[in-house]
Protein backbone atom coordinates (compact mmCIF):
# COMPACT_ATOMS: atom_id res chain seq x y z
CA UNK A 1 0.00 0.00 0.00
CA UNK A 2 1.73 3.51 -1.39
CA UNK A 3 1.60 6.24 1.18
CA UNK A 4 -0.78 9.11 0.48
CA UNK A 5 0.83 11.39 -2.43
CA UNK A 6 1.29 14.67 0.33
CA UNK A 7 3.28 12.60 2.74
CA UNK A 8 5.87 11.51 0.54
CA UNK A 9 6.03 15.30 -0.78
CA UNK A 10 6.88 16.07 2.40
CA UNK A 11 9.04 13.25 3.46
CA UNK A 12 11.60 14.97 0.10
CA UNK A 13 11.03 18.22 1.31
CA UNK A 14 14.96 20.08 2.32
CA UNK A 15 15.31 21.21 5.93
CA UNK A 16 14.53 24.29 6.86
CA UNK A 17 17.01 25.89 8.18
CA UNK A 18 15.40 25.89 11.73
CA UNK A 19 15.53 22.20 11.79
CA UNK A 20 19.49 22.46 10.94
CA UNK A 21 22.01 23.30 13.77
CA UNK A 22 23.17 26.58 13.04
CA UNK A 23 26.12 26.67 10.82
CA UNK A 24 25.66 23.64 10.14
CA UNK A 25 22.87 22.77 7.39
CA UNK A 26 24.29 19.23 7.09
CA UNK A 27 23.45 18.48 10.72
CA UNK A 28 19.57 18.16 11.45
CA UNK A 29 18.70 19.87 15.25
CA UNK A 30 17.05 16.60 16.35
CA UNK A 31 19.99 14.76 16.27
CA UNK A 32 22.16 13.81 19.74
CA UNK A 33 25.69 13.95 19.81
CA UNK A 34 25.61 9.81 20.59
CA UNK A 35 23.08 10.07 17.44
CA UNK A 36 25.55 11.56 15.38
CA UNK A 37 28.46 9.00 16.36
CA UNK A 38 26.70 6.09 16.03
CA UNK A 39 24.37 7.43 12.45
CA UNK A 40 27.48 9.36 10.75
CA UNK A 41 30.17 7.61 8.45
CA UNK A 42 31.58 4.98 10.15
CA UNK A 43 34.02 2.46 8.55
CA UNK A 44 31.66 -0.19 9.38
CA UNK A 45 28.60 1.33 7.85
CA UNK A 46 30.88 1.76 4.59
CA UNK A 47 32.32 -1.87 4.40
CA UNK A 48 28.56 -3.61 5.28
CA UNK A 49 26.70 -1.27 2.74
CA UNK A 50 29.40 -2.03 0.13
CA UNK A 51 28.69 -5.42 1.37
CA UNK A 52 25.32 -5.82 1.44
CA UNK A 53 25.10 -4.40 -2.37
CA UNK A 54 27.58 -6.07 -3.49
CA UNK A 55 25.31 -9.57 -2.65
CA UNK A 56 21.92 -8.42 -2.94
CA UNK A 57 22.65 -6.75 -6.70
CA UNK A 58 24.65 -10.04 -7.47
CA UNK A 59 26.21 -8.08 -9.96
CA UNK A 60 28.20 -10.11 -12.28
CA UNK A 61 31.10 -7.11 -12.49
CA UNK A 62 31.45 -6.51 -8.87
CA UNK A 63 34.52 -8.61 -7.18
CA UNK A 64 33.35 -8.58 -3.59
CA UNK A 65 36.64 -8.69 -1.76
CA UNK A 66 36.06 -6.26 1.02
CA UNK A 67 33.34 -7.39 4.00
CA UNK A 68 33.66 -10.52 5.96
CA UNK A 69 30.81 -12.67 4.61
CA UNK A 70 32.18 -16.35 5.06
CA UNK A 71 32.41 -18.39 2.22
CA UNK A 72 29.71 -20.99 1.34
CA UNK A 73 31.43 -24.14 2.36
CA UNK A 74 29.37 -27.30 0.64
CA UNK A 75 30.01 -29.44 3.55
CA UNK A 76 29.03 -26.72 6.53
CA UNK A 77 25.90 -25.99 4.39
CA UNK A 78 25.01 -29.77 4.29
CA UNK A 79 24.70 -29.96 7.82
CA UNK A 80 22.61 -26.53 8.33
CA UNK A 81 20.35 -28.44 5.86
CA UNK A 82 20.22 -31.61 7.67
CA UNK A 83 19.69 -29.85 10.84
CA UNK A 84 16.83 -27.75 9.60
CA UNK A 85 15.53 -30.97 8.55
CA UNK A 86 16.09 -32.26 11.74
CA UNK A 87 14.29 -29.50 13.63
CA UNK A 88 10.99 -29.87 11.31
CA UNK A 89 11.10 -33.46 12.44
CA UNK A 90 11.28 -32.72 16.30
CA UNK A 91 7.41 -31.98 17.86
CA UNK A 92 7.25 -28.90 19.27
CA UNK A 93 10.87 -27.46 18.07
CA UNK A 94 10.20 -25.23 15.72
CA UNK A 95 7.00 -23.96 17.28
CA UNK A 96 9.17 -23.31 19.98
CA UNK A 97 12.05 -21.98 18.26
CA UNK A 98 10.33 -18.86 15.90
CA UNK A 99 6.99 -18.98 18.27
CA UNK A 100 8.37 -17.54 21.60
CA UNK A 101 10.81 -15.16 23.31
CA UNK A 102 13.63 -16.79 24.97
CA UNK A 103 14.92 -15.26 28.12
CA UNK A 104 17.46 -12.37 27.76
CA UNK A 105 20.66 -14.65 28.52
CA UNK A 106 19.63 -17.26 26.10
CA UNK A 107 17.98 -21.02 25.69
CA UNK A 108 18.55 -22.39 29.20
CA UNK A 109 19.56 -25.50 27.14
CA UNK A 110 21.97 -24.04 24.29
CA UNK A 111 23.87 -22.69 27.62
CA UNK A 112 24.52 -25.49 29.06
CA UNK A 113 25.29 -27.17 26.27
CA UNK A 114 27.65 -24.23 25.54
CA UNK A 115 29.34 -24.71 28.94
CA UNK A 116 29.77 -28.50 28.82
CA UNK A 117 31.26 -27.98 25.59
CA UNK A 118 34.33 -25.66 26.78
CA UNK A 119 34.28 -27.91 30.25
CA UNK A 120 34.95 -31.18 27.80
CA UNK A 121 37.24 -28.96 24.98
CA UNK A 122 39.23 -26.72 26.89
CA UNK A 123 39.11 -28.18 30.44
CA UNK A 124 37.28 -24.81 31.65
CA UNK A 125 35.75 -24.77 35.24
CA UNK A 126 32.62 -22.79 33.70
CA UNK A 127 28.64 -23.65 34.16
CA UNK A 128 26.00 -21.73 32.36
CA UNK A 129 25.79 -19.01 34.46
CA UNK A 130 29.55 -18.18 32.96
CA UNK A 131 27.76 -18.17 29.36
CA UNK A 132 25.23 -15.63 27.67
CA UNK A 133 24.01 -15.17 24.07
CA UNK A 134 24.18 -12.09 22.20
CA UNK A 135 22.77 -10.61 18.80
CA UNK A 136 25.67 -11.81 16.81
CA UNK A 137 29.46 -10.48 18.69
CA UNK A 138 29.06 -7.40 17.13
CA UNK A 139 26.10 -6.33 19.34
CA UNK A 140 28.12 -8.45 22.15
CA UNK A 141 30.71 -6.18 22.16
CA UNK A 142 28.73 -2.84 21.73
CA UNK A 143 27.02 -4.28 24.85
CA UNK A 144 30.63 -5.46 26.59
CA UNK A 145 32.25 -2.03 25.86
CA UNK A 146 29.46 0.34 27.36
CA UNK A 147 29.25 -2.29 30.19
CA UNK A 148 32.83 -1.22 31.13
CA UNK A 149 34.48 1.79 29.62
CA UNK A 150 33.24 5.65 30.36
CA UNK A 151 33.13 7.99 33.05
CA UNK A 152 33.21 6.41 36.49
CA UNK A 153 30.86 8.11 38.61
CA UNK A 154 32.39 7.18 42.14
CA UNK A 155 36.24 8.48 41.51
CA UNK A 156 35.76 11.10 38.50
CA UNK A 157 38.33 9.10 36.20
CA UNK A 158 37.06 7.31 32.81
CA UNK A 159 38.08 3.35 32.31
CA UNK A 160 39.09 2.91 29.28
CA UNK A 161 39.78 -0.06 27.15
CA UNK A 162 43.10 -0.99 25.57
CA UNK A 163 43.80 -2.81 22.31
CA UNK A 164 47.31 -4.25 22.39
CA UNK A 165 47.70 -4.45 18.65
CA UNK A 166 46.36 -2.00 16.37
CA UNK A 167 45.34 -2.58 13.59
CA UNK A 168 42.19 -4.28 15.45
CA UNK A 169 38.87 -5.04 14.38
CA UNK A 170 36.81 -1.95 12.36
CA UNK A 171 33.92 -3.09 14.30
CA UNK A 172 34.59 -1.31 17.57
CA UNK A 173 35.98 1.88 16.19
CA UNK A 174 32.97 3.57 16.22
CA UNK A 175 31.14 1.53 19.40
CA UNK A 176 31.55 3.63 22.56
CA UNK A 177 29.00 5.92 23.81
CA UNK A 178 31.69 7.80 25.84
CA UNK A 179 34.31 9.97 23.73
CA UNK A 180 38.25 8.92 24.58
CA UNK A 181 37.11 5.56 25.90
CA UNK A 182 39.85 3.68 23.06
CA UNK A 183 42.90 3.63 23.41
CA UNK A 184 45.24 1.64 20.88
CA UNK A 185 49.06 0.54 20.86
CA UNK A 186 51.36 0.26 17.73
CA UNK A 187 52.66 -3.33 17.54
CA UNK A 188 56.60 -4.24 16.96
CA UNK A 189 56.88 -5.14 13.10
CA UNK A 190 59.26 -8.13 12.72
CA UNK A 191 60.02 -8.38 8.66
CA UNK A 192 59.80 -11.86 7.47
CA UNK A 193 61.66 -12.66 3.95
CA UNK A 194 61.37 -9.78 1.40
CA UNK A 195 57.31 -9.94 1.29
CA UNK A 196 56.19 -11.42 4.69
CA UNK A 197 55.91 -9.20 7.93
CA UNK A 198 54.18 -10.38 11.25
CA UNK A 199 53.40 -7.75 14.57
CA UNK A 200 54.01 -8.71 17.96
CA UNK A 201 52.75 -6.85 21.01
CA UNK A 202 55.36 -4.47 22.42
CA UNK A 203 55.02 -4.98 25.47
CA UNK A 204 57.53 -2.13 26.70
CA UNK A 205 55.08 0.60 24.98
CA UNK A 206 52.01 -1.24 27.04
CA UNK A 207 51.84 0.88 29.61
CA UNK A 208 48.40 -0.57 31.89
CA UNK A 209 47.32 1.18 34.46
CA UNK A 210 44.53 1.49 37.68
CA UNK A 211 42.41 3.06 35.00
CA UNK A 212 42.22 0.47 32.61
CA UNK A 213 38.81 -1.96 32.18
CA UNK A 214 39.93 -4.03 30.07
CA UNK A 215 42.47 -5.13 27.13
CA UNK A 216 40.62 -6.51 23.90
CA UNK A 217 42.26 -8.05 21.15
CA UNK A 218 40.51 -10.26 18.07
CA UNK A 219 42.38 -13.54 17.31
CA UNK A 220 43.18 -14.38 14.94
CA UNK A 221 43.17 -10.49 14.43
CA UNK A 222 41.02 -8.75 12.21
CA UNK A 223 42.44 -7.23 9.56
CA UNK A 224 45.89 -9.15 9.97
CA UNK A 225 45.06 -12.36 10.64
CA UNK A 226 47.73 -12.20 13.27
CA UNK A 227 47.14 -15.21 15.78
CA UNK A 228 48.55 -13.59 19.18
CA UNK A 229 51.07 -15.92 20.21
CA UNK A 230 50.27 -18.38 23.25
CA UNK A 231 53.03 -16.96 25.76
CA UNK A 232 52.17 -13.30 24.58
CA UNK A 233 48.46 -14.13 25.43
CA UNK A 234 49.81 -15.38 28.94
CA UNK A 235 51.75 -12.35 29.69
CA UNK A 236 49.04 -9.80 28.40
CA UNK A 237 46.52 -12.10 30.70
CA UNK A 238 48.73 -11.45 33.62
CA UNK A 239 49.57 -7.83 32.89
CA UNK A 240 46.00 -7.21 32.79
CA UNK A 241 44.90 -9.55 36.05
CA UNK A 242 47.59 -7.45 38.02
CA UNK A 243 45.94 -3.96 37.06
CA UNK A 244 42.45 -5.23 37.81
CA UNK A 245 41.31 -5.18 34.28
CA UNK A 246 39.68 -7.56 32.18
CA UNK A 247 41.31 -9.17 29.13
CA UNK A 248 38.67 -9.48 26.51
CA UNK A 249 39.13 -12.28 23.20
CA UNK A 250 37.26 -12.00 20.51
CA UNK A 251 37.42 -15.25 18.72
CA UNK A 252 34.96 -15.03 16.14
CA UNK A 253 37.11 -16.82 13.61
CA UNK A 254 39.29 -18.67 16.36
CA UNK A 255 39.62 -21.39 18.65
CA UNK A 256 37.97 -23.79 19.17
CA UNK A 257 34.81 -22.89 16.94
CA UNK A 258 35.19 -21.81 13.91
CA UNK A 259 39.05 -22.68 14.35
CA UNK A 260 40.18 -20.95 11.26
CA UNK A 261 43.69 -20.78 13.19
CA UNK A 262 46.37 -22.15 10.41
CA UNK A 263 49.79 -22.49 13.46
CA UNK A 264 49.24 -25.00 16.08
CA UNK A 265 47.96 -23.31 18.73
CA UNK A 266 46.71 -24.12 22.35
CA UNK A 267 43.80 -23.17 24.28
CA UNK A 268 43.99 -20.77 26.73
CA UNK A 269 43.45 -21.98 30.32
CA UNK A 270 40.36 -20.68 31.86
CA UNK A 271 40.98 -17.66 34.26
CA UNK A 272 37.94 -15.34 36.24
CA UNK A 273 38.93 -11.69 34.94
CA UNK A 274 38.78 -13.62 31.19
CA UNK A 275 35.80 -12.67 28.59
CA UNK A 276 35.94 -14.74 25.57
CA UNK A 277 33.83 -13.88 23.24
CA UNK A 278 32.85 -16.14 20.26
CA UNK A 279 30.41 -16.05 17.59
CA UNK A 280 28.37 -18.73 14.61
CA UNK A 281 28.89 -16.01 12.14
CA UNK A 282 32.15 -17.22 10.69
CA UNK A 283 30.77 -21.13 10.56
CA UNK A 284 28.62 -20.17 8.08
CA UNK A 285 25.46 -18.61 9.81
CA UNK A 286 25.70 -14.66 9.39
CA UNK A 287 22.17 -14.31 9.37
CA UNK A 288 21.27 -16.63 12.27
CA UNK A 289 23.07 -13.37 14.38
CA UNK A 290 24.41 -15.52 17.13
CA UNK A 291 26.79 -14.23 19.17
CA UNK A 292 28.53 -15.85 22.63
CA UNK A 293 30.24 -14.65 25.54
CA UNK A 294 31.49 -16.43 28.40
CA UNK A 295 33.00 -14.52 31.03
CA UNK A 296 32.33 -14.06 35.27
CA UNK A 297 28.26 -14.86 36.38
CA UNK A 298 28.42 -11.02 37.37
CA UNK A 299 29.48 -9.72 33.56
CA UNK A 300 27.32 -12.33 32.21
CA UNK A 301 24.31 -11.18 33.90
CA UNK A 302 24.46 -7.66 33.55
CA UNK A 303 24.91 -8.32 29.84
CA UNK A 304 21.75 -10.61 29.92
CA UNK A 305 20.03 -7.02 31.69
CA UNK A 306 21.17 -5.43 29.20
CA UNK A 307 19.60 -7.71 26.41
CA UNK A 308 16.14 -7.13 27.87
CA UNK A 309 16.99 -3.49 28.03
CA UNK A 310 17.83 -2.83 23.99
CA UNK A 311 16.55 -5.73 22.61
CA UNK A 312 14.26 -8.17 25.03
CA UNK A 313 15.78 -11.39 23.63
CA UNK A 314 17.96 -12.70 20.98
CA UNK A 315 17.28 -14.61 18.06
CA UNK A 316 16.62 -18.16 18.64
CA UNK A 317 17.21 -20.28 15.65
CA UNK A 318 21.10 -20.40 15.53
CA UNK A 319 21.19 -22.14 18.84
CA UNK A 320 18.84 -24.23 17.79
CA UNK A 321 20.64 -25.63 14.82
CA UNK A 322 24.22 -25.70 16.58
CA UNK A 323 23.06 -26.95 20.14
CA UNK A 324 23.14 -30.86 19.19
CA UNK A 325 26.05 -30.25 17.35
CA UNK A 326 28.30 -28.66 20.58
CA UNK A 327 26.45 -31.26 22.50
CA UNK A 328 28.23 -34.23 20.24
CA UNK A 329 31.13 -32.43 19.23
CA UNK A 330 30.54 -32.75 15.87
CA UNK A 331 30.56 -29.38 15.00
CA UNK A 332 34.77 -29.61 16.05
CA UNK A 333 34.81 -31.88 13.41
CA UNK A 334 33.25 -29.41 10.64
CA UNK A 335 35.28 -27.17 11.77
CA UNK A 336 38.58 -29.22 11.51
CA UNK A 337 37.80 -30.80 7.86
CA UNK A 338 35.96 -28.64 6.48
CA UNK A 339 35.68 -25.10 7.31
CA UNK A 340 39.70 -24.55 8.24
CA UNK A 341 41.02 -26.70 5.41
CA UNK A 342 38.47 -24.47 3.09
CA UNK A 343 40.18 -21.44 3.67
CA UNK A 344 43.83 -22.77 4.40
CA UNK A 345 43.53 -23.99 0.68
CA UNK A 346 41.51 -20.62 -0.56
CA UNK A 347 44.38 -18.52 1.81
CA UNK A 348 47.36 -20.41 -0.07
CA UNK A 349 46.26 -20.21 -3.38
CA UNK A 350 45.28 -16.41 -3.36
CA UNK A 351 48.63 -15.50 -1.68
CA UNK A 352 50.84 -17.62 -4.72
CA UNK A 353 49.01 -15.17 -6.83
CA UNK A 354 49.80 -12.17 -4.89
CA UNK A 355 52.83 -12.80 -5.10
CA UNK A 356 52.73 -14.19 -9.13
CA UNK A 357 50.89 -11.19 -10.02
CA UNK A 358 52.28 -7.86 -7.99
CA UNK A 359 55.67 -8.96 -9.86
CA UNK A 360 58.87 -7.84 -9.14
CA UNK A 361 58.19 -4.27 -9.51
CA UNK A 362 55.62 -3.48 -6.78
CA UNK A 363 56.71 -2.96 -3.33
CA UNK A 364 54.72 -4.92 -1.03
CA UNK A 365 54.10 -7.33 2.03
CA UNK A 366 51.61 -10.14 3.38
CA UNK A 367 51.26 -9.99 7.26
CA UNK A 368 51.76 -14.10 7.82
CA UNK A 369 48.77 -15.60 7.06
CA UNK A 370 47.91 -17.32 10.43
CA UNK A 371 43.90 -17.77 10.06
CA UNK A 372 40.72 -15.66 9.01
CA UNK A 373 39.79 -15.46 5.24
CA UNK A 374 41.64 -12.33 4.50
CA UNK A 375 44.54 -10.90 4.03
CA UNK A 376 46.51 -8.03 5.25
CA UNK A 377 48.36 -6.08 2.34
CA UNK A 378 51.38 -3.53 2.75
CA UNK A 379 52.48 -1.33 0.48
CA UNK A 380 55.05 0.65 1.58
CA UNK A 381 55.67 2.93 -1.47
CA UNK A 382 51.57 3.92 -2.33
CA UNK A 383 52.14 7.41 -3.34
CA UNK A 384 48.22 7.84 -2.88
CA UNK A 385 46.07 7.24 0.65
CA UNK A 386 44.83 3.52 1.14
CA UNK A 387 40.87 5.19 0.31
CA UNK A 388 41.85 6.59 -2.58
CA UNK A 389 43.14 3.11 -4.10
CA UNK A 390 40.38 1.95 -2.41
CA UNK A 391 38.13 4.35 -4.62
CA UNK A 392 39.86 3.46 -7.72
CA UNK A 393 39.40 -0.45 -7.03
CA UNK A 394 35.64 0.35 -6.75
CA UNK A 395 35.64 2.27 -9.75
CA UNK A 396 37.40 -0.83 -11.60
CA UNK A 397 34.41 -3.30 -9.85
CA UNK A 398 36.83 -4.46 -6.76
CA UNK A 399 35.91 -3.87 -3.39
CA UNK A 400 38.51 -4.39 -1.05
CA UNK A 401 38.26 -2.43 2.84
CA UNK A 402 40.61 0.31 3.13
CA UNK A 403 43.51 -0.35 6.09
CA UNK A 404 43.24 2.97 7.75
CA UNK A 405 39.81 2.15 9.41
CA UNK A 406 41.41 -0.30 11.33
CA UNK A 407 43.94 2.17 13.33
CA UNK A 408 41.44 3.04 16.09
CA UNK A 409 43.10 4.73 19.27
CA UNK A 410 46.22 5.96 18.30
CA UNK A 411 47.27 8.83 19.18
CA UNK A 412 49.91 10.00 17.35
CA UNK A 413 49.65 10.11 13.02
CA UNK A 414 51.42 6.44 11.50
CA UNK A 415 52.16 6.03 7.80
CA UNK A 416 51.68 2.35 7.70
CA UNK A 417 47.79 3.57 8.87
CA UNK A 418 47.42 4.65 5.11
CA UNK A 419 49.41 2.37 3.38
CA UNK A 420 47.34 -1.14 3.96
CA UNK A 421 44.26 -2.64 2.52
CA UNK A 422 42.16 -6.18 3.70
CA UNK A 423 41.17 -8.16 0.92
CA UNK A 424 38.66 -11.28 1.69
CA UNK A 425 39.00 -14.78 -0.39
CA UNK A 426 35.98 -16.14 0.63
CA UNK A 427 34.15 -15.57 -3.12
CA UNK A 428 34.91 -17.84 -5.58
CA UNK A 429 38.38 -18.49 -6.98
CA UNK A 430 38.32 -17.04 -10.43
CA UNK A 431 37.01 -13.58 -9.49
CA UNK A 432 39.75 -13.66 -6.31
CA UNK A 433 42.55 -14.15 -9.12
CA UNK A 434 41.09 -11.19 -11.40
CA UNK A 435 40.40 -8.98 -8.27
CA UNK A 436 44.39 -9.33 -7.17
CA UNK A 437 45.17 -9.01 -10.86
CA UNK A 438 43.11 -5.35 -10.85
CA UNK A 439 44.81 -4.77 -7.68
CA UNK A 440 48.30 -5.13 -8.63
CA UNK A 441 47.48 -2.67 -11.88
CA UNK A 442 46.27 -0.21 -9.54
CA UNK A 443 49.21 -0.37 -7.18
CA UNK A 444 51.68 -0.10 -9.38
CA UNK A 445 50.23 2.87 -10.97
CA UNK A 446 50.19 4.25 -7.37
CA UNK A 447 53.47 3.26 -6.35
CA UNK A 448 56.05 6.41 -5.67
CA UNK A 449 59.35 5.86 -8.13
N1 LIG B 1 34.58 -9.75 15.79
C1 LIG B 1 35.35 -9.83 14.70
C2 LIG B 1 36.82 -9.91 14.87
C3 LIG B 1 34.77 -9.86 13.44
O1 LIG B 1 35.54 -9.94 12.35
C4 LIG B 1 33.36 -9.80 13.32
C5 LIG B 1 32.71 -9.81 12.00
O2 LIG B 1 33.30 -9.75 10.97
C6 LIG B 1 32.61 -9.71 14.49
C7 LIG B 1 33.25 -9.68 15.71
C8 LIG B 1 31.12 -9.62 14.47
O3 LIG B 1 30.54 -10.78 13.98
P1 LIG B 1 29.02 -11.14 14.22
O4 LIG B 1 28.32 -9.93 14.76
O5 LIG B 1 28.50 -11.55 12.88
O6 LIG B 1 28.99 -12.26 15.22
Known amino acids: MGMPAKDTARLREKPTPGATIPGRMDIPRWLSHVGRRLSGPTGIYSLMEDLGQALERGSPETIMMGGGNPGH???????WRRRLGEMLAEPGLVEATLGDYDGPQGRRRFLVAVAEFFRRQCGWDIGPEHVT????????????????AGDDRETGRQRRVLFPIVPEYIGYADQLLCDGGLVGRRPLIEERGPHRFKYHVDFGGLSLDDDLAAVCLSRPTNPSTNVVAHDELERLSEETRRVGALLIVDNAYGLPIPGIVFPPTPMPAWRDHMVMTFSLSKLGLPATRTGIVIGAPELVRRLAAMTAVVGLANPSIGQAIVE????????LGLCR???????AARCQQTLEWIDELMGSDVAYAVHEPEGA??????LPRLSISDRELYARLKARGVLVVPGSYFF????????????????????PPERVRR?????????RKAQRV
Open 73 to 79: VPAAEAV
Open 133 to 148: VTTGSQTGSFMLLNLI
Open 324 to 331: PLLRSDEI
Open 337 to 343: DHIRPFY
Open 373 to 378: FFLWLW
Open 408 to 427: AGLDQEWTHARQCLRISYGQ
Open 435 to 443: GIELLAEEA
